[in-house]
Every structure is written in C-alpha cells, then in structure tokens.
C-alpha cells in the first residue's frame, strides 16, 4: 500500500469561488464520480471531499492518475473544456505528501478560516459515503481513524479551535451572549448575501452549544433566495415588505445589506415600540444599521468593527497555536507512516505463520493417534508455544526492516526459505 496514495484538489487557495462552484459536488454527484472511477480505473480506498471551499480526491493506486481523474471529474460536471481548468488544481503524487495534506486540511490549517470547525464534520460525511459504496478499506479506515485522533487531540491540547475566527461565527456567538437564558429568542436576519448565508449555516449547525436558536427568520429583497435557504434549513421566510412588523417580533436583527445608505435609521424604527431590548448586529460594509439607532431606548447596536476585534483575537490565538498543531501532526503522521510500512510485510508474515502452523500440524498428527486425549492436549499446547516463539523474532525482524526501508530483501529471503509463495495469505 506504501507509495500507492495519491490525491487531487482544489480550493480557495489555487481557484476563485465563480470556479469552485462549477466543481463542487453534492453528494449524489460525489457518489456518482466515486462509482465511475471505480468502474474506469478499478480504484480502492476512495475518497471524495467537496465543500464550498475545496474539492478533493484521494484514492490508492500504483499509478498516478491524477490527470486523468481531474479530467474526469471536470466532464461529469459538464465541463469540457478541461484544459482551462486543471491549471487551477493542486496534484499530491506521493504517498507522504497526500497523507500530509489530508491530516493538514482534516484539522483545518488550510480552511479560508484558520481552525475551521466545520470541515472534520464535512471529511467524516466523505468518509462516510466511501464506507456506503465499500469503498473504504483496510488502509483509508485506520487513516481517518487516526486523522479523528489526532483531531481530538489538537482541540484538547491547543487553543487552535478557540474563539470564533469568522466574521458570520462570531456574530452567532454574540447572540448567545446577547439573549443569554432567553428561551427560543427571535432571530431575524435580514440580507442572504454571502456573510447572511453563512450565518444561516451556523445558526443551523447549532454553532452556539446551551442555548435554543431554532426561531430564526430569513427576510430578503429576493423571495426565491429566502426560501431555498428556508427550507434547506427549516427557517421561517418573511416578506421584505413585512420588515417593520418583524422587526417589531424579533430579539435580534441581523443584517448583511448591502446598500449605500442604511436601511435602518431612527426614522424608519419610529413606530416600533421597544418593551423589552433590541440588539441588532450590523455586518454590513458600508453599514446598513445608523449608529444613531441607538438613541432609541431598549436598542443596542453592533457593527463589523465589534466582531472583527472578537475575530482577530481568536485567529491570533490560533495562528499563535499552529507550532502545536503541527507538532502533534507530525508525531501521528510518523506513527501511521510505520503502521503503512508494515503493511507491506503483513502478506508475508500471514504466510510464513500459516506455513508453520501446517508443518506443527502435520507432524502433531502423525503421532496423535498413539496418544491419550490428555497427551494430545499437552502436546498441542507445547507445539503452539514453540511455533510462536519460533516466529516472533522473524516477524520483530521484518517490521524493524521496514522501518529501515529493507523489508523487500527479508521477504525474499523468507519467500524462498519456507516457499511462502504457495501459501495463502
């Protein structure tokens, strides 16, 4: 299996978003590629993440075919024309270097948010589609196994996934702290640009742990778009023309509006009458929300600069974590590179067991017959203990080889010494 891992992707790093969202995959697309290259190549241990942020494949096989299943997949999506777009794909020809990168993007050092929570979640749903179509073996099952770990570990050791490091996260976060034990506020958000979408996806993903917000609105100047994320969601849709009467329900007004003058001012929130408080976080550039709101009893207002001083302390602090991070990286990558290598021996050893054990077999059987079930039990338990301490220091010898890169010599050795080849593993 060594040598034999390989991947493709593409992200916010190699391609802009108009191309990433003509590749990006959902999952019947994703499981759908995963039976083609099947079917064209005979790949195993397939794996096929797509995000709004990446596309990536990885898969085992002796060649690299990294091209080829770039262009593959640019096709499945209708996109012909696949010399303009493998330029903006990132190929991994090694087996080091595509367990690094999936370990790297796994724990989220390269997510557009440094510490990104979302995307272990994003690769276990990946992992989970190749186990659905048995398309997960021996080998990808004990790497995202120790790729969990090892994210365990960076949450539990390091303050990488500390804070919240997005602008749409962090304004989730103030919510919490905003309402605090209030049951199931009203949430408004106004404006479904790309900020407001991401906001939708934390609030749906329960991004704030302990506190119920499940009573969320979506009002936009285009209906279609409230809706597709409504009912993606389970969210509620307003009409943009009813904005002063949900204003008046709610607890908290969202808005990421993008407009030249601000859409809420003193004199469009005249005739609300605030009985209790009002926050309204303004996530708009330029701002949406007059600061002069305000003066208005009961209303609190937060602007970008509010969450922007919450982010850049927590990217800080997780910039300052990433030594840590890559620390504990390393030491898993080492620890699964010698479980891969001996991989390579587990064939062999298999056999040169079995050929013993048929030689203890043999010989045990030629002289059972003149012995009592008790002796034949004592003698069964004696020839066992001796084939195990026979075997122990060739298969010590064997996995010390592999580490030194020698194994394939020993197992030649072994191979004509016991004539393994005939031996089933």
Partial sequence: MLDTFKSISLSHKTAPLRVRELIALNEDEAKRLMLRLRDFFGLSDLLVVSTCNRTEVYYAFEQDLNTEITQLLLIEKGLTDTDQYVPYFQFFGTHDAAVRHLFEVCVGLHSQVVGDMQIPNQVKQAYQWSADLDMAGPFLHRLMHTIFFTNKRVAQETSFRDGAASVSYAAVEL???????????????????????????????????????????????????????????????????????????????????MRDEPLFTPASLSEINVLTYKYFIDLSVPR??????????????????????????????????????????????????????????????????????????????????????????????????????????????????????????????????????????
Avoid at 310 to 317: I, S
Wanted: proline letters at 3%; one cysteine or more.
């Fill in 175 to 257: 919510i919490d702290e905003l309402v605090g034990n209030h049951h199931r506020p009203n949430v408004l958000i106004v404006g479904l640009g790309e900020i407001g979408a991401d906001v939708c996806k934390n609030l749906a993903a329960n991004a704030v742990s302990g506190q119920d917000l499940s009573n969320i609105t979506l009002c936009n100047r285009t209906l279609a778009k409230s809706e597709a994320i409504a009912t993606e969601h389970g969210f509620r849709v307003a009409d943009f023309a009813d904005l002063t009467n949900e204003i008046r329900r709610a607890d908290v007004i969202i808005s990421s509006v």
């Fill in 288 to 425: 949406s929300v007059d600061a002069t709101v305000e003066q208005i009893p009961g209303v609190l207002v937060y602007n970008i600069d509010h969450i922007r001083n919450r982010t850049d302390e927590a990217l800080n602090q997780r910039l300052a974590a990433i030594p840590q991070v890559e620390a504990i990286i390393d030491q898993a990558v080492s620890e699964f590179g010698d479980w891969s290598k001996e991989m390579i021996v587990s064939p062999t050893i298999n056999k040169l067991k079995n050929a013993l054990e048929q030689i203890r077999r043999d010989e045990v059987a030629r002289h059972m017959k003149h012995l009592t079930p008790n002796e034949s039990e004592k003698i069964d338990k004696i020839t066992r203990g001796i084939m195990q301490k026979i075997i122990k220091l060739p298969v010590l010898q064997l996995k010390a080889a592999c580490k030194r890169g020698e194994a394939e010599t020993l197992i030649d050795v072994l191979n004509d010494l016991f004539d393994l080849e005939k031996q089933p593993a």
